[in-house]
């Protein structure tokens, strides 16, 4: 009896967690499925499913360095500053993700001139903004009085954020995958604008 209850125990486990699995699948949008399979085919997430992708986590600032450093160097074709010294203080950085942090400054993406990176913070949606601002226009809108507030302005003109609310709300996961994703295609719409067809071709692969 004992053992057949921990069968129908394991089973219902195994059934709670396959439904569990379903419903987070069916919840997301085609447009959020089709980032993630962008993000993973572009090596902005290594999950290779969409469950352990964690989309639905506030994004913490050493796993933004990840990302943001794939995209531009690899999408963007932008390259790293080896020349400046990105030495921060903190002990705490996953040793996995140490090239990329330094990459995101030598990028000019996550910031020169600070001695604390602060690995384990969670990402703020101004900061995010104005990451992918610089990657999508360098140092444009920079100098404001609210670092962020030329960022926005940018992305929002150029159809690329459509929800500009709550800038100190934390970032989560599956908004910047799909964000990333929505500004290649408003890169790729530039070039094509600029008369720069061959330069599209690698970019939407």
Known sequence: MCRKMRKIFVIFVVLLV?????????NYSSELRQAYNWAYENGITTMNTIEWARMNDWLVREEMAKMISNYAVDILWKVPDASKSCC????????????YVTESCQLWLMW??????????FVTRAEFWTVLSRMLWGDEYEWWELYYENHLKALNINWIMNN?????????????????????????????????????LGMLD
């Open 18 to 26: 396959f439904l569990s699995s379903m419903s987070l699948w069916v």
């Open 88 to 99: 921060f203080l903190d002990s705490n950085i996953n040793p996995d993700l140490v090239q």
């Open 112 to 121: 020169q001139w600070v001695t604390s990176f602060r690995p384990k913070d």
């Open 164 to 200: 500009i609310s709550s800038p100190f709300n934390n970032e989560i996961r599956w908004y910047v995958m799909l964000m990333l994703m929505r500004s290649v295609w408003w890169v790729a719409s530039d070039i094509i604008n600029n008369n720069q067809i061959s330069d599209v």
